[in-house]
């Protein structure tokens, strides 16, 4: 139920039919009017609700992201006390520390992991059929709004953004700063390159806001050279 097949001599015939036949069948014929506009704004919907919950959790993600990597995040006092930078009340290897840790973890590795490896999973499934109205139905929200050849920039930026917020606080303290001005530099290399947002003001936007992070990481850089170990 719900499902129409036509063969292609039919849907030609039903398309193209001439107007002297009187016994040629049109399309409304093999397609109940009402069923397919039901069907359509039940997709319709369905996608919609899609698309909000998705864009939600892309506006949680980087907050939450953070969140979770900083609670692995310990800074070494002494020789025999860990503390968590982010709550100094904490030992990293203490009873209270154990006993959030499946929360932590399950927000690491259930939400800051798994929502970029299933976006780009759906992506790359599709990677033949962007244009395919099947495809535009289901997922056009994801990357409607780029251009072709960069339906995967949401995904990028989901990428980006969790570099520079969770997986930089693993990267050694000397070379951190480095690293977030490596990546904040590639990635506006990539943005003028693939020039992915259909909206030439969005883009600006975007690159102004790339150049900033850089800026930033930038002065951190500059700065700590005159800074001693300590400081």
């Known amino acids: 139920p719900g499902v129409w097949k036509l063969s292609r001599s039919a849907f030609i015939k ?26 359509v704004k039940e997709q319709t919907l369905r996608a919609n609700v899609m698309s909000i919950g998705v864009q939600l959790f892309l506006f949680l993600h980087t907050p939450i992201s953070a969140k979770a990597f900083q609670y692995f995040d310990c800074h070494q006092l002494g020789s025999l006390t860990l503390k968590l930078r982010a709550d100094y009340q904490l030992n990293c290897d ?54 072709d050849g960069s339906e995967y920039w949401e995904v990028h930026e989901i990428v980006r953004k969790t570099a520079l917020t969770g997986v930089l606080l693993f990267i050694p303290e000397d070379v951190r700063g480095t690293t977030a001005l490596i990546v904040c530099i590639i990635a506006c290399c990539e943005l003028n390159y693939y020039r992915p947002q259909r909206n030439l003001s ?30």
């Open 14 to 39: 039903a398309t193209f039919k001439a107007q002297t036949s009187h016994d040629q069948k049109d399309l409304a014929h093999f397609v109940p009017v009402l069923q397919a506009t039901e069907q």
């Open 202 to 231: 969005v883009f600006w936007i975007a690159q102004g806001a790339f150049m900033i992070t850089a800026l930033k990481y930038l002065v951190t850089v500059v700065g700590m050279s005159e800074l001693n170990p300590l400081e």
């Open 94 to 147: 203490g009873q209270a520390w154990l006993e959030y840790l499946p929360v932590a973890l399950m927000l690491l590795f259930g939400f800051a992991f798994a929502l970029p490896m299933a976006l780009g999973y759906i992506v790359f499934v599709h990677r033949k059929s962007f244009h395919a109205p099947s495809t535009l139905a289901k997922i056009g929200w994801l990357y409607d709004k780029f251009n």
